[in-house]
Structure formats: C-alpha cells, structure tokens
C-alpha cells in the first residue's frame, strides 16, 4: 500500500464520528463554526447566547420601556372605564328623575312639622298618572302663576348659593336636589269636585259636608288660622295647604279675586309628584304615609258649593 509522504495513513473512522461516517456530530458543527481568527466569538455567535457568548445588553434596556408602556396602556384603560361608568350613572340618574323619582329641597318651613328647612324629600313622578292623588298627598307643585304668581317677591330658596355650572349639572341629572325656586310643597285637602269650607276661626274644615280632624297640623295652629273660605274645586285641580297653617301662604291667599276655589286651586298639571320619604338628614329619615283615618269618613264630592 502506497502513503503519501508526510501524512499518516488513515486506519479508519474519524474518532469524533464514532465509526459512523455519515453521522452529523456535535463536533461537525463547532468544526464548521470554528474559525481562528476570533474563536469563542464565533461558536457564541453560531450558537446563540451560551457558555462563552456575550451578554445581550439589548434585551435589559428594553424591560423598562416595556414596562412603561403597560402601566400608561394600564391607566388610559381604567380612566376610559371610569368615564364609561360615569357617564352610564349620569344617564341613569336623568332617567329616573325624569320619569320616576326625584329630590327635592324644602326651602321653607310652611310645612311644619312634617317637613322642615333643609330637609331633602324623594318625589314620585307616579302620582299623578299610574296612581291617583289622594287627600292627604304632599306634593310638589311648579308655580301655578294664575292668575298671579304665588311666589312673586318671597324667599323661595334657602339653600346654599354654591350655584356654577357643574352644580347645574348635577341638579340637572337628578344628583342633586332641585332647589329652583319656582316649586312649592304642600298637602293635598281637596280633589276636584270637593267642596270645601272653612268658617275662619277654630274650627274644623269640611269636606263635602265632613269635618277632618287634621292630626297634622303643627301644634297651636288652628285649621285655617282666621282665613275663611267656602269653594269647590275644579275639575283636573286639586285644593292644597301647608301644615303649618299661620306661614303658609297656600291655596287660601291666592284665590282671589274669584274666591270660589278657581284661582286658588293648583292645576293637576303642575304637579311634580307625590313626595314620599324624607333621606336627608339621617335623623329625619321617614316615610311620608298618608293620614288615612282623617280622611276615611269624606263621602265622593256633589261638586255642589254650600248657600
């Protein structure tokens, strides 16, 4: 057998191959890496980020930027779904108090002692329509302004000036009591057809021919408190009165010059609502029932007045 000089012969299988010539090793792959030039280097390279690569500082400088990023996408999303639930709460509360339920502030004390100065009161917007008034029903009135304004020149409003277009705002969407000052709360003495009478001094008001006994009234007020009157009321009006009779100026003083229940009685249509509970303060809280024993024994109106 010839041999080339200066080269040993070849005995067999590359020891690195493990007798299998055509087996890809470990050792093929470093072999073809491999270059003396830069050594580790380029096993590093071809190898990815192993024993003897070098550190990718790249990837440690992005973490914080990515972190950054999460809380910013973080915040704008919790700030959308606040502003999202806001904004449902707002629409929510202008539904209701639209349709179903409002508050209301009492500016005044001519409802004594069943309502008195800032206390805040929940109004059906039911009463009048699915349900009917009844006798005894405090209700919320706008201004009648016929045939003068019952409000003309009076102290309509005593609650805090804070005012601004945000407060606006809220009392606009029902998140806040209305206190404008075209509004009044009295208690519902006659339906239309009643007829109504009050002799002026001490004694009881009747109704249709029935005296009430009107457990209500705030003590040491007499009935009608020296004011007489003898009306029916109108049709689609009701007769109202405040429960602290000597400082209410209620359905008794505005109706002139008729003096027949006319323009003293307030139209069905200006009525807001029944008020039903007081919320605020909480040691006012109550529900505002109706007196049904004082007007259990008034008989269906005749519609006719008294000679």
């Known amino acids: 057998m010839s041999q080339v000089p200066g080269r040993p012969e070849s005995t067999g299988p590359h020891p ?106 929940i109004v059906s917007k039911l009463t009048p329509g699915p349900f009917d008034l009844r006798r005894g029903d405090v209700v919320v009135f706008e201004d009648p302004a016929e045939p003068f304004p019952w409000l003309s020149g009076a102290l309509t409003n005593g609650a805090p000036d804070v005012g601004g277009p945000l407060h606006d705002l809220l009392v606009f969407v029902g998140l806040l009591p209305e206190d404008a000052e075209n509004h009044l709360i009295k208690r519902v003495i006659g339906l239309p057809g009643d007829h109504v009478v009050s002799e002026g001094g001490t004694g009881p008001i009747t109704i249709n021919g029935v005296a009430v006994n009107e457990t209500y009234l705030k003590p040491g007020d007499a009935p009608s408190e020296g004011k007489a009157f003898d009306i029916v009321v109108p049709p689609d009006h009701v007769w109202v009165m405040g429960d602290h009779r000597s400082d209410s100026s209620d359905s008794r003083y505005h109706d002139a010059p008729s003096n027949n229940g006319s323009d003293g009685s307030v139209p069905m249509d200006k009525i807001v609502g029944r008020a039903l509970f007081i919320v605020w303060p909480i040691d006012h809280v109550t529900w505002l029932g109706v007196p049904e024993r004082t007007f259990e024994t008034v008989p269906a109106p005749s519609g006719s007045p008294s000679s």
């Open 16 to 121: 690195d191959r493990g007798g299998d010539p055509d087996a890809l090793s470990l050792g093929d792959g470093v072999d073809d890496a491999y270059d003396p030039r830069d050594g580790s280097a380029q096993l590093g390279t071809r190898l990815g980020n192993g024993a003897g690569s070098e550190p990718d500082l790249a990837d440690d400088t992005d973490d914080e930027p990515d972190d950054q990023r999460g809380f910013g996408a973080g915040l704008v999303a919790a700030l959308k779904e606040l502003v999202i639930v806001v904004v449902l709460a707002m629409v929510l509360s202008f539904v209701v108090k639209t349709w179903l339920f409002q508050a209301f502030y009492i500016p005044s004390g001519s409802m004594e002692n069943t309502l008195v100065k800032d206390d805040r009161v």
